[in-house]
Nanobody, 128 residues
Framework: QVQLVESGGGLVQPGGSLRLSCAASGRTLRMYGVGWFRQAPGKEREFVAG??????????YYSDSVKGRFTISRDNAQSTVYLQMNSLKPEDTAVYYC???????????????????WGQGTQVTVTS
């Protein structure tokens, strides 16, 4: 079992930055693919960024809406995953969730239904 806890959300002005953290307990995230998703009011949950696992180094993948602005990373202990969010826009406002699962291969999985473990979410609000 993996427990995930997100933190780092908050209120920020357009153009600002936030760094979200996803701390794992129970197990490390070694050998787990991790994804960040978000859900805005009245909208479906959408993939934001993901990191696959590989002994030789996994891959990262981003949605087009955040590519070049957001960066996903893991700490060396494989216990925390981060989402650095720069140049934030009002349309980035949502509850952000991290998720994890054991996947075969190194392709980043973007389908939320395939993830096993989820955090409780952290609110990000971008407004002037």
């Amino acid at each position: 079992q993996v427990q995930l806890v997100e933190s780092g959300g908050g209120l920020v002005q357009p153009g600002g930055s936030l760094r979200l953290s996803c701390a794992a307990s129970g197990r490390t995230l070694r050998m787990y693919g991790v994804g960040w998703f978000r859900q805005a009011p009245g909208k479906e949950r959408e993939f934001v960024a993901g990191s696959s696992w590989s002994v030789t180094g996994g891959r990262t993948y981003y949605s087009d809406s955040v590519k070049g602005r957001f960066t996903i990373s893991r700490d060396n202990a494989q216990s925390t995953v981060y989402l650095q969010m720069n140049s934030l826009k009002p349309e980035d406002t949502a509850v952000y969730y991290c998720a994890a699962a054991r996947f075969a291969g190194t392709i980043v999985v973007t389908d939320a239904a395939l993830y096993t473990y989820w955090g409780q979410g952290t609110q990000v609000t971008v407004t002037s």
